[in-house]
């Protein structure tokens, strides 16, 4: 079976530029989150989107958005890169979104470079 | 969501148990707590997750004291590719966050060597 996918693996962009980062949940699973590791730290949770709705928001500002198509899958676009935007950004799926989320399930990630 | 602290690092050697502690003074009542995995350049995968005693699945156990302010993972003789980073995270959800929000710490880095 099929895990998360995300797309592409590997970016990079300059300052100014935006960004559309892709992600395919494990079929079945109606819950997708984005979350943005920075080299050395955790991941740090930026949205959750569950039957399209979006269910949960982190510190980030309004340069980040995403969005939840009808087949599950996601994008997460951000607008004027900065530098401390390079990250690897992470999707997870799970099957549900409420209070009992089960586990989560993360893909491989998108290599983020900003210059 | 609780706090977490461990330790930034541990080194360990193959066919070694090892030990991670992790420290939640402020765990709510309702709190599970829980332990992910993540490799270079992957992302995390779920360990154990548990709410109080021991739990115990095929990678690993994990032994909660009564009061639940700390918990510790163990790994049973590890291997080289058991080097990781290791998440422990406390929440409300089952599998440790609300609504698919998980709160990352620093984690701690396990290195094992030959």
């Known amino acids: 079976d099929a895990g998360v996918t995300q797309s592409p693996t590997h970016l990079i962009k300059t300052r100014g530029q935006h960004v559309t980062l892709r992600c395919s949940p494990i079929?079945?699973?109606?819950?997708v989150s984005w979350y943005q590791q920075v080299l050395g730290q955790g991941p740090q949770f930026i949205f959750q989107?569950?039957?399209?709705?979006?269910?949960g928001r982190g510190n980030f500002p309004d340069r980040f958005s995403a969005r939840q198509f009808p087949n599950y899958s996601s994008e997460l676009n951000v607008n004027a890169l900065l530098l401390g935007d390079s990250a690897l950004y992470l999707c997870?799926?799970?099957?549900?979104?409420?209070?009992?989320?089960?586990?989560?399930?993360f893909g491989e990630g998108s290599r983020l470079t900003v210059l | 969501l609780a706090k977490t602290t461990q330790p930034i690092s541990m080194d360990s050697y193959e066919g070694q148990e090892v030990n991670i502690t992790c420290s939640h003074n402020?765990?709510?009542?309702?709190?599970?707590i829980t332990w992910y995995q993540q490799f270079p350049s992957q992302g995390p995968r779920f360990i154990i997750q548990?709410?109080?005693t021991k739990v115990t699945n095929e990678v690993a156990s994990l032994f909660i004291p009564a009061d639940r302010k700390s918990s510790t993972l163990s790994l049973p003789r590890v291997s080289l590719s058991d080097t990781a980073v290791y998440y422990c995270?406390?929440?409300?959800?089952?599998?440790?966050?609300?609504?698919?929000?998980?709160?990352f710490g620093k984690g701690t880095k396990l290195s094992v060597k030959p």
């Open positions: 548990g709410y109080k």
């Open positions: 402020n765990i709510a009542t309702n709190d599970y």
């Open positions: 989107y569950y039957e399209k709705e979006e269910r």
């Open positions: 079929s079945g699973h109606k819950s």
């Open positions: 995270l406390v929440g409300t959800s089952y599998y440790g966050g609300s609504q698919g929000n998980l709160i």
């Open positions: 997870a799926s799970s099957l549900s979104g409420g209070e009992n989320t089960g586990e989560l399930f």
